[in-house]
């Protein structure tokens, strides 16, 4: 299969690009810059730096990929890396950065959807099947959850981390960190109910939802410290594994937990 590059495209001779490719008019690719076959660069796309994209991605005009990270410890000459899997979907205007420290990454994993002005901040990490919506942001270091999805105009501060199949609403300021399987909704952000149609999504029988779902009461509905509730559910739920994740995530949990309020009570216990 050829490769189609439009005139008005300037690719780096260096750049190494797939069978079936197509680069549209006014794309830059850098020379350290690899695209995996039949992928489409629409046009007004800039992909520098060490840049990995996967097979089968579909790029909108005015995107930036593999661009130096924008944090400040950033030194010259410093050799990042970024990586976008396949099938991926990248909108108008999406930014993906580069890592900043000398050797590191921003890895985007595959089949995701990155709608427009969406920004994945330096040494992210996002899993597979992660949809971010329109303006959605994740600050440096922040990590997504295979089958997550973060609202519009949300934001997620540094360092924190958003788990697998959890939901990030609209309008969203996430300090702390989400949960597999919750929503989380507020300014700041806090954990509310299961998402029970994001688990389904991803392949969680009814049964699973519903164990999910009484771990989350027991951990946080109920009048007991964190570590106690940790200590019943692990006895109660030992082998379920979507339960093992979300006590996993509290363990590893640097930044705290986007604790639910008590408004949200009522909703759980109903």
């Known amino acids: 299969m050829s490769v189609e590059i439009d005139k008005l495209a ?3 001779p260096d750049a190494q690009i797939g069978d079936g490719c197509k680069i549209g008019p006014f794309c830059t690719i850098g020379p350290h810059v690899l695209i995996g076959s039949n992928s489409h660069l629409r046009s007004h796309v800039v992909v520098d730096g060490c840049t990995c994209i996967g097979s089968d991605c579909d790029i909108f005009p005015f995107t930036t990929l593999g661009i130096q ?3 400040l410890k950033f030194r010259k000459g410093n050799v990042t890396h970024t990586y976008i899997g396949d099938r991926s979907i990248i909108r108008e205007f999406v930014s993906i950065h580069s890592g900043t420290e000398d050797g590191t990454k921003t890895q985007v994993g595959d089949d995701c959807a ?3 002005h969406a920004h994945v901040g330096h040494n992210c990490t996002v899993g597979n099947h992660v949809i971010m919506s329109h303006s959605a ?3 440096g270091h922040v990590t997504i959850g295979d089958y997550a999805n973060i609202g519009g105009l ?3 501060h540094q360092f924190c981390h958003v788990g697998k199949a ?5 309008m969203c300021r996430v300090i702390q960190d989400v949960l597999p399987f919750t929503i989380a909704e507020g300014f700041p952000a806090h954990m509310r109910i299961i998402n029970k149609i994001g688990m389904e999504r991803a392949g969680y029988s009814k049964e699973e939802i519903a164990q999910v779902r009484k771990a989350f009461r027991i951990l946080f509905m109920r009048e007991l410290r964190l570590e106690q509730a940790v200590e019943q559910v692990q006895l109660e739920f030992q082998d379920v594994p ?3 994740l979300m006590i996993d ?3 590893s949990s640097q930044k705290g937990l986007a604790r639910p309020e008590s408004a949200t009570f009522e909703i759980n216990v109903s």
Not at 166 to 170: E, H, I, K, L, T
Request: no cysteine; proline share 0%.
């Open 10 to 12: 300037v690719v780096h």
């Open 69 to 71: 990270s924008q944090d």
């Open 114 to 116: 990155l709608l427009a």
């Open 137 to 139: 942001t994740l600050g």
């Open 154 to 156: 949300s934001a997620v």
């Open 166 to 170: 959890a939901m990030v609403g609209g």
């Open 242 to 244: 979507g339960v093992q």
């Open 249 to 251: 995530a509290i363990a």
